[in-house]
């Protein structure tokens, strides 16, 4: 399984910049629409493309490993 870490993406943002920042305000500066970005936080499996997966990335500057994580079967809990 992959598993998304946006919040922590998002968290360390605000952190960071000393701003708050939104699911439609991720979702207006990145292109990638909020409901999309409301199923990375909250869905288990959800399935994104390789172009939002680029975008978060390039947005919150960042490694793919800070986006996300793959998970073994055994540690899904």
Do not use: W
């Not at 939002?52 to 490993?65: E, G, P, R, W, Y």
């Amino acid at each position: 399984m992959i598993r998304f870490h946006l919040r922590r993406c998002i968290d360390d943002y605000e952190f960071s910049t000393g701003k708050s920042l939104t699911l439609i305000q991720l979702a207006e500066v990145t292109g990638v629409h909020r409901a999309t970005l409301s199923k990375m936080l909250h869905e288990r499996g959800c399935n994104v493309t390789t172009d939002v997966i680029d975008k978060l990335c390039t947005f919150f500057n960042v490694d793919v490993s800070a986006l996300m994580e793959y998970l073994p079967a055994q540690q899904q809990s």
